[in-house]
């Protein structure tokens, strides 16, 4: 006792456990926010666990993790072999392919904010082919899920991947995607069906790369299947390639789109104010739904005309995306948190508490709460991101910022205009259930999956 009493404290402190190399794996993966939450509240913004034979010290304070994400000291943890392997069910093969090498770039120059025209142009007219047929139904019910993403997923395939890739997998997709908490994060699954459905994306992957067109073929598809080839990857290598690079196109964006109209379901006032600003500035900015269609670039979907729509998807993003992105430090390093140095040793792991970040109740007042309008009076004037400033990393910061962030933002506004201005959307059975807060069991690591919700869809007075 004396001699505990007389060892200078550790800091950062450490979470208990009795379980040697395991540590509190089994308590952080059954619940995540919750178990931080409450080693937050036990030891304070900064502590250390064990989580499988690691040693991770995570942050709760936005600077802190600000810091962590913009030094090249901690690199990501958590690599793009990680999704490949959840993808696809194993490593990689060594090639001389790198992604970060030879597709970030092309990702760079094809999704940044400047480029994001040559996508744009056609999305909106695309995706508006597709759900035209709804207009001329009187009524139909059908589940939210395909109702709202199968039409920007085909869309979305069609731009980056080209026409051969355009359509016929987002089921197997949606099967595929269901299954990816549990892969990532390695637990037991009932993984027959995934893999039948992994088994047909990718046979129809292996024709697309097969058959390629050259590098032109889509915004992105063709000059990655090039890439790939220069490196020797073998076709069927090629096609895993693809298939994870498919996963992470659409899977966060899907998430988001799903919420936001759940939010907006769960609370009237938000859904008639966002419609009303989205058919005032149908009039205003386009004239009609065809100048909409014709002329819908990013920079028209940007300013005060779109304000509480903007403030409506970063809001969704708050509260449902807080991916922890891991970081390992590739040297000893000091990191500051306020007054206090963490002795940061090489190899250790790095996590910022976003959950944690994007509760803070002095930046976000009610922070549980979906508030649509929260970030409509920040600046977003065009090109701006209205969470400047503030604790927000739904698309992760710094150095391995988002690559699809613009695109991804598009993407949302693009399909919130079309449903609310084209049709009425109710869920069936009257008043929605409050999906949100989620219960513990269903809190994961990535976004959670929303329930199955069928809605009924009118198309609104004024399209007949
Ligand atoms: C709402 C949709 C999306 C969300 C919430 C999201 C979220 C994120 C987050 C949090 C990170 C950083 C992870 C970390 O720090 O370790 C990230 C990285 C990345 N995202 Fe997204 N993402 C979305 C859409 C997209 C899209 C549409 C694409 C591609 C078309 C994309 C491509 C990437 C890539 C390539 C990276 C890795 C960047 C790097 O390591 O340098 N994302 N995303």
Known sequence: WVSSQQRPASFPPREPSLLPWIGSAISYFSDPHGFLARCHKRHGPVFRLLLGGRNVIVVSSPATIFAIYASDIAVPGFTHNQVFRAVIGREQQRTKFDLERDIFPVLDQTLSRRSLGALTRSLAQIMFAKIEHLTQVQE?????????????????????????????????????????????????????????????????????????QGENEGLIGG????????????????????????????????????????????????????????????????????????????TNLDGPHFALLTSAIVETMRLTVKIMGLRVASRDFDLKDGDKTIRVRKGEWLMGNVDAAHSEESSYPDNQKFVYDRFANCDQREGKWPTEGKPWFSMGSGRHVCKGKYVAMYELKISAILFLHLFDITPVGGAPAPWWPLPPQRRIIGIPHADEVVVQVRPRDWTK
């Open 223 to 298: 000059k990655f299947v090039k890439a790939l080839r220069q490196s020797d990857v073998s076709q069927n290598e090629q096609a895993c390639h693809l298939l994870a690079f498919v996963w992470g196109t659409h899977a966060n964006t899907q998430g988001v789109l799903i919420w936001m109209f759940l939010f907006l379901f769960m609370d009237p006032v938000a859904f008639h104010a966002i419609r009303n600003e989205i058919d005032g500035a149908i009039k205003d900015v386009f004239g009609d739904l065809q100048g909409f269609l014709a002329d819908a670039d990013p």
């Open 140 to 212: 139909t019910q059908i589940s939210i899920m395909p109702l709202l993403t199968k039409p920007l997923y085909d869309a979305l395939n069609d731009i980056l991947l080209g026409e051969r890739f355009a359509s016929g997998t987002f089921e197997d997709f949606y099967i595929l995607d269901a299954s990816m908490p549990k892969r990532l994060t390695g637990e037991p699954f009932w993984f027959f069906p995934s893999m039948q459905a992994r088994k047909r994306i990718f046979s129809r992957l292996l024709d697309y790369v097969a058959g390629s």
